[in-house]
């Protein structure tokens, strides 16, 4: 029943802006610290944005910090991240996850969500 649904994405302009979602079910949402990544094609999976449980303190790669906005709502189980300001090199499939709730046994070994696609190009 554990679930990480990730929605938002899509094709968008340099400088644009998408409003990405992640959507938790399965869990006590709110107990738990929330990360976005993005994995490029021919590249890692790369850590972009960190969200704590309440208070919710953040944290962001250099490549992002500025541009995007990660927040949570625990009333509704997800997570979000505005992206701002977007440039082609943050072209990505974007997935949420928490390591914290994977380590106490919340999620499958190895479990992730779909991802949702974001491309910036003109």
């Known amino acids: 029943q554990v679930q990480l649904v990730e929605s938002g994405g899509g094709l968008v302009q340099p400088g644009g802006s998408l409003r990405l979602s992640c959507a938790a079910s399965g869990f006590t949402f709110s107990k738990f610290a929330m990360n976005w990544y993005r994995q490029a094609p021919g590249k890692e999976r790369e850590l972009v944005a960190t969200i704590s449980s309440i208070p919710s303190m953040t944290n962001y790669a250099d490549s992002v910090r500025g541009r995007f906005t990660i927040s949570r709502d625990n009333a509704k189980n997800t997570v979000y991240l505005q992206m701002n300001i977007l440039k082609p090199e943050d072209t990505a499939v974007y997935y949420c996850?928490?390591?914290?709730?994977?380590?106490?046994?919340?999620?499958?070994?190895?479990?992730w969500g779909q991802g949702t696609q974001v491309t910036v190009s003109s």
């Open positions: 996850n928490s390591p914290q709730a994977a380590r106490v046994g919340v999620f499958p070994q190895g479990y």
